[in-house]
């Protein structure tokens, strides 16, 4: 079994939500451009956006309207509003979670995340610090990485034509 196949039996069974139901806030000790309390940011998001952008939860496989998208367009984190990524950066990976091959210059900040009884590096909104996913070293050239991003933590703005 993959660790992408292992990670996404653990989703699809509840188990990240458990395992992370004790997590510090996002990118906790760290300050950031948009800042607000819990209760404003339980305010703000809906209850799943919360989950994974503040709590680093991770959304069921397959449950993202993102993972369809194909207009031209920008992906915004949902807690702020800053551009992350391009729809020319988009591929589908087959895990279920909108992935891309790289991100827009200083978007995200990384940390590296021992849940799930292995080492990986967790990315977060450069600018709220909002949890988004993790990258992994088996995507597409030209950079080989997946950024494996939840869809709720995302917000797709259509080009203007």
């Keep these: 079994m993959t660790r992408r196949n292992l990670l996404a039996l653990f989703s699809a069974l509840g188990a990240g939500s458990a395992?992370?139901?004790?997590?510090p806030k996002a990118a906790s000790?760290?300050?950031?451009?948009?800042?607000?309390s819990e209760a404003e940011w339980k305010q703000r998001l809906t209850p799943a956006?919360?989950?994974?952008l503040r709590r680093e939860g991770t959304e069921r496989p397959f449950t993202s309207p993102l993972n369809k998208e194909k207009r031209l367009g920008t992906y915004h984190c949902t807690?702020?509003?800053q551009a992350l990524f391009t729809a020319a950066m988009?591929?589908?990976?087959?895990?279920?979670?909108?992935?891309?091959?790289?991100?827009?210059?200083g978007a995200f900040g990384t940390t590296t995340d021992n849940?799930?009884?292995m080492v990986r590096t967790e990315y977060h909104c450069s600018n709220c610090g909002g949890h988004h996913g993790h990258v992994f070293?088996?995507?597409?050239?030209?950079t080989g990485k997946r950024y494996c991003n939840n869809g709720v933590a995302l917000k797709f703005v259509e080009a203007s034509a």
Aim: with cysteine.
């Design 19 to 23: 395992l992370h139901a004790a997590a």
């Design 29 to 36: 000790g760290k300050t950031f451009a948009v800042e607000f």
């Design 49 to 52: 956006q919360y989950d994974v």
């Design 79 to 81: 807690g702020c509003d």
């Design 90 to 105: 988009k591929f589908d990976s087959g895990t279920g979670w909108p992935s891309f091959y790289t991100t827009l210059p």
């Design 115 to 117: 849940k799930l009884f």
């Design 137 to 142: 070293d088996d995507g597409p050239a030209p």
